[in-house]
């Protein structure tokens, strides 16, 4: 991947990343989950997946599935960034007249199944993954889970179950920015060794820095990371990543910002200038 | 053909149809091997097999999945709901030993609620074949249908030859219209033999096996029970979100009242035991719900009966 291959994904990324910022008003979202796997994202759309706004229907397409649904802002917006979601339909979120809300849902185009309840998508992806093996197709099924997500046991039981069938087109990618909705994953249910309990669950495990693009794309270029095996990418990433006013802040999950406030964060996303945050804090959903 | 038979050829005649269980084999055991490809055992993971399953449909599979009614019913509810359900995907769900067929596995495998459950998930189809015929009368429909279906898989052998199937379409017997029984799944058999006996005491006595409990011929179930002096309801699960549930609910809509006799599990789990056992013990032995039904008939005689009898 050449320098200016990386430019043009920081760019793209600058533009999704402030496409999410400003869903974070009237009603809010999940800030901080969004822009951890943002990097992610607007990698696999928009140099990996082979989704596009013309092949969305076709049987032998990449299949993406975010197992995290509440960081779908980066989602809607990346849909946006290649063009396979109208860009003035993001304006939508949240109003009556469309339907991008806070969790991923199939009435928008691009997005593949609904989730939001989490450890869902990692046994749906294996359906999907099962049935393109039978088929002998070459497609990739990927699935982004959180890691607290990881709390839920249904996902360990997908991947017993996708390991046995040696679905090796199947690629869970974890977003590791190790916080869940309230506190710092290891403050709970510590899950380090995370590489050691996903290999004793049969997988293949590569460890990243999920915010470099050299890394992502190295390690998805990579794959499978073994024949017969789930490949697994813990990308370790910064909740919040781009806004140093939110990073790695537990009380900032869920963000409803002023516009003063959105206008503010627009500005740090550019500069690393820390915004002046008044809102409120702790925000439950 | 049974209940194997009809699968597998389903199968080898559309490869669209995958077989798969969280490896409860009892009613598939003898056709994995031939399935190929098309069978899929997930281990004991009802959830996983719901979610997969959901994956599969959207591959444009169709999957039958099996596993125990009440795991399949519970520890996957939210599982059947989500990703099923709200994707409204095609996939039959077959729960294996529900109602009083768990006999002595005691209340961990008592699927009583079962259809309470799955009648709260819009647009899923519930089957509950009265026995061995029904379920392959009614198979094949089900099988090819659109709609999520949940079926109370029963294969208990047959004493009569039931009428073709309809999805939604209950089976009527008898047009006599003192007393009016409803019933679904294996509890169907003793009902009849009750009406046998009800009729050589006099009292003249109508049997619907359901069949389906979702969708419902709701009119047609309201002309029946409109036009009968006593509603019986009789089945092997709670009183409350089932067969009752329903027919009060569409009373309740026509602004209709009547006396309902119902014969169903009143906030408890049965006694764990033999199929035989369980039913007297249960009290729907058909001995049983002929002097429930003669009791009820004298306590509302002087209130109800004499006015219905005359119409």
């Keep these: 991947m050449s320098d200016l291959d990386i430019k043009h994904l920081e760019e793209a990324s600058l533009r999704v990343r402030e496409d999410v910022i400003r869903m974070s008003v009237n009603g809010g979202c999940f800030l901080g989950a969004s822009l951890s796997c943002t990097d992610l994202i607007v990698y696999l759309y928009k140099n990996f997946l082979n989704i596009n706004p013309e092949n969305l229907k076709d049987p032998k397409r990449d299949y993406f599935f975010l197992s995290k649904g509440h960081d779908v802002p980066a989602l809607y917006a990346a849909l946006a960034e ?19 809300y806070w969790h991923p849902n199939r009435k928008v185009p691009g997005i593949e199944f609904h989730s939001g309840s989490l450890g869902h998508l990692l046994s749906v992806a294996a359906g999907v993954a099962y049935d393109c093996k039978v088929k002998q197709l070459n497609n990739k099924i990927i699935v982004i889970v959180g890691d607290g997500e990881l709390n839920e046991g ?18 869970v990618i974890v977003d590791r920015n190790e916080f869940q909705a309230n506190m710092m994953t290891e403050d709970l249910l510590p899950l380090n060794p995370l590489d050691k309990k996903f290999e004793a669950f049969g997988c293949e495990v590569k460890n990243i820095d999920g ?3 050299e890394d992502i794309d190295y390690a998805l270029n990579k794959l499978p990371y073994s024949k017969d095996k789930v490949s697994v990418l813990i990308a370790n990433t910064v909740r919040g990543k781009g806004l140093p006013s939110i990073e790695k802040r537990a009380d900032r999950w869920f963000c409803n910002f002023s516009e003063d406030e959105i206008n503010s964060l627009l500005n740090e996303l550019h500069t690393r200038i820390k915004s002046n945050l008044t809102s409120e804090k702790l925000f439950v959903r | 053909m049974n209940y194997q038979d009809i699968l597998l050829k389903l199968a080898k005649g559309n490869e669209d149809y995958i077989i798969m269980t969280a490896e409860n084999r009892a009613a598939i055991r003898n056709i994995t091997e031939e399935l ?3 069978f899929l055992d997930t281990g004991i993971t009802e959830q996983t097999l719901a979610g997969t399953a959901a994956g599969l449909a959207l591959r444009g599979r169709k999957p039958i999945i099996h596993a125990l009614a009440t795991f399949l019913t519970m520890r996957a509810y939210e599982f059947i709901r989500t990703d099923i359900g709200v994707a409204d995907l095609p996939v039959k769900l077959v729960g294996c030993f529900p109602g009083f067929l768990s006999e002595a596995n005691g209340p961990t495998h008592q699927a009583v609620e079962d259809i309470a459950l799955m009648r709260t998930i819009p647009n899923m189809h519930i089957f509950c074949p009265s026995d061995k015929d029904d379920l392959i009368k009614g198979i094949k429909d089900i099988a090819e249908s659109n709609n999520p279906t949940y079926i109370r898989y029963n294969d208990q052998a047959s004493h009569i030859k039931h009428k073709p199937f309809k999805i939604g379409e209950p089976e009527i017997f008898g047009t006599d219209r003192e007393v009016t029984i409803l019933t679904y799944g294996f509890l169907f058999n003793q009902a009849f033999w009750a009406s046998d006996i009800l009729a050589s005491k006099g009292i003249k006595c109508r049997v619907i096996n359901l069949r389906m409990l979702n969708p419902i011929n709701k009119n047609l179930i309201y002309q029946l029970c409109s036009d009968s002096g006593l509603i019986v309801t009789i089945e092997d699960h709670y009183k409350y979100g089932g067969l009752y549930s329903i027919i009060a609910e569409i009373f309740i809509e026509q602004n209709y009242s009547c006396p309902v006799l119902p014969i169903a599990l009143e906030n408890k789990w049965f006694k764990p035991l033999l199929l035989n056992d369980v039913i007297r013990h249960e009290k729907m032995h058909p001995i049983d719900i002929v002097n429930k039904i003669e009791n009820y008939l ?14």
């Design chain 2, 36 to 38: 190929g490809n098309q």
């Design chain 1, 82 to 100: 290649v063009g396979i979601l109208e860009r003035s339909r993001l304006k939508n979120h949240l109003k009556e007249n469309d339907n991008i």
């Design chain 2, 298 to 311: 004298l306590r509302v005689k002087n209130e109800y009966f004499t006015e219905w009898s005359t119409v």
């Design chain 1, 154 to 171: 249904s996902n360990w039981e997908a991947l017993l179950v996708a390991n046995s069938y040696k679905l090796d087109n199947l690629i």
């Design chain 1, 211 to 213: 915010h470099m693009f």
